[in-house]
Structure formats: C-alpha cells, structure tokens
C-alpha cells in the first residue's frame, strides 16, 4: 500500500494493484448500489467473499470493446462509495481519512503534492529551470508562504490552477478505481474546494483580477462528473487553525505572511457558503468539530446509517448520479 501512495504522490496515479485490501463484489449483480455502508471488521455479518477479481486497469485498460463481456455493476457492493474528507489548513484530514478507510476497507488517495505538478515521469523538477526564467518562473508553496508581499508572488496563480488541475485527475482517478475494482475510495480534499484558496488568495490580494477570472472559467468547465456519496467536513474556528499550525511546525508555514487570519476566515466562508451547499444537494454532508472528530468509533457508527440508496424519495437529486439501471451506461463510464 506504501508503494501505491508513492505513487500517487509524485505522478497522480496508481502504478499497481499489488497489496491492495479490495472489497468483495456485491451478491446481488441486479442492484447497482447497496443502501449502507458495511464495517469489514464486522465478524458478526461480514461481507461475501468475493467472486470477481479486481479488473487491472493500470496494465489492461478498459476498452470499448470490453463492455461486451466484461461489465462493471457485478463487484459493486454496500461500501462502493467515493468518500471526501474536507477541512481548513491542519485539521487533521488525513489521520481520519485513513481510519474511514481502513474500517470500510476502501483506498486512501492523499491530497496532491507539489511533486505532482513540478516533477515529470522522469524525474526531473522543472523548478530547476526557475533561475534562466525570471518572472516566469514555478513558483511552489515555499514561495507563496514566504513571500513578504503579495505582489510578489502574482505569479502564483498558474501553480493553483495546476493543482485545480491535479485534484480533478485525482478525483477521476477514485472513480475509474471504484468502477474497476469494486473498492470504495476515500480522498482528501477534492477539486471542488480548489476554490476555498482560489478565493482567500484573490481576497487578500495573492490573485490578479484576470488570473482570477480565468481561474473561474477553467473551474466551471468539468461538467459531467458523479459527485461523492459522502463529504465529511472538519469545522475549525480560525484561532484553532492557527494552533493547529502553529502546533504541526511546518518550516515554511511558520510566521507565514500568508497565513492571516483574513485568509483563514475565507477559505472556512468559501467551503460554508459555496461548497459544501453544493454537495449537501447530490450526497450526504457530515460536518464534525475538532473534539468529535477525536471519537472515530462514533464518526464511523454514524457514517453505517446514512442510507446512501439512489434515488432519495425525499431528495431527488441525492446519489442521482449513481442511479443507473443500465449496465452499458457503468461500463461507458468505466471507459474514462
């Protein structure tokens, strides 16, 4: 599993499926999706074994002409869910990330690194370019935490709109890793609250006017994509997150210009206001303060009742995406 965390860390993608836990494939190949969740260290009701293994998408990329005979709905079962966890600077996202996923038996897909956007598949660092390209050089995060001035670091925006980028083929990557193996995917952070920075830094004067407004076309652009069936979010006040910070010691981000309390309070009014709404319409929201998110046991029993059956009686539009009676319409997708 180490190796498959690497690997997503410096190329954005998984490179083999050796040492993965995969889930067992649902008993019922009618049903597309199971209503609950399903803890795999249950040994009182534990899932079927399973009758399919996963499909190797990494080597065996799934073709048009596959759909004919091999189909996607039959290693789907209860925990075959894409779960976001989403939060402010350092509240701890990927420690309850990883215990989501352990106790559901899903994959956990960290953030996207720096390494993802300025190293190649060769290994070289385009940053090394960075003293023949004067203005027009990459900047990383080291620059834009250190940066005593905002306009000295305007050139920044391009680096957040890569790391846009980087978090969608993150995203797509959960979703062809469900469709091909079965398993369930647990992700930390995700496209969609790209703009939680996007938005505090144009705020605080890191964001040309013009940077910012292409920033939002580019962001609007991904349209049909399934959203997630759970986004649990980690509320912090602004105060916490700078003990949290201030606590975890980051070179760069210690006595950051940056790091404001302007800056943090608009990035927690962006995920309040824009975001997480957003997802509250297609899937369930969890949102859990820094002293609940301490009890994971009681996250977890809580995250078992959530009833994430598509289509919701009383919710059209929850897990609508997922709703799909037609196997050639999971396998058209699988094809992405």
Excluded at 71 to 93: M, Y
Excluded at 302 to 321: G, S, T, V
Aim: hydrophobic share 35%; net charge neutral.
């Amino acid at each position: 599993m180490a190796n498959i965390l690497n690997s997503v860390r410096v190329i954005g993608r998984i490179s083999s499926l050796d040492g993965l836990k995969l889930l067992p494939a649902a008993v019922n190949t009618s049903v597309t999706q199971k209503a609950k969740l399903h803890s795999v260290k249950d040994t009182v009701n534990p899932l079927p074994a399973s009758q399919y293994p996963p499909w190797d998408y990494i080597n065996n990329p799934y073709r048009w002409f596959h759909q004919f005979y091999e189909h996607t709905t039959k290693r789907l079962d209860e925990n075959s869910k894409i779960i976001i966890v989403e939060g402010n600077i350092g509240t701890d996202k990927v420690r309850v990330g990883k215990k989501i996923a352990d106790e559901f038996g899903m994959l956990f897909l960290p953030d996207v690194p720096e390494e993802a956007i300025f190293v190649n598949e060769n290994g070289f660092d385009q940053r090394e370019l960075n003293p023949r390209l004067g203005e027009d050089r990459f900047y990383d995060l080291k620059d834009l935490y250190t940066a005593k001035q905002p306009q000295d670091i305007l050139g920044f925006g391009r680096t957040q709109l890569e790391m846009f980028k980087r978090r969608f083929f993150n995203y797509n990557l959960a979703l062809r890793h469900l469709l091909n193996t079965g398993q369930g995917v647990v992700i930390e952070r995700s496209y969609w609250s790209d703009r939680c920075f996007a938005d505090a830094m144009s705020k605080c004067g890191y964001f040309t006017r013009e940077g910012k407004t292409y920033y939002n076309k580019v962001y609007k652009q991904p349209q049909y994509v399934w959203m997630p069936h759970v986004v649990l979010y980690i509320d912090a006040s602004v105060d916490q997150c700078k003990e949290l910070i201030k606590k975890r010691n980051n070179p760069i981000e210690k006595d950051s210009p940056l790091l404001t309390d302007q800056y943090l309070q608009t990035i927690e009014d962006t995920y309040k206001t824009k975001v997480l709404p957003r997802f509250k319409i297609w899937g369930e929201v969890l949102t859990y303060d820094l002293d609940e998110v301490e009890n994971m046991d009681e996250i977890v029993f809580e995250m078992q009742k959530l009833n994430l059956e598509p289509p919701n009686k009383i919710d059209k539009l929850k897990f609508l995406d997922w709703y799909e009676d037609k196997e050639w319409k999971w396998n058209y997708l699988r094809q992405m």
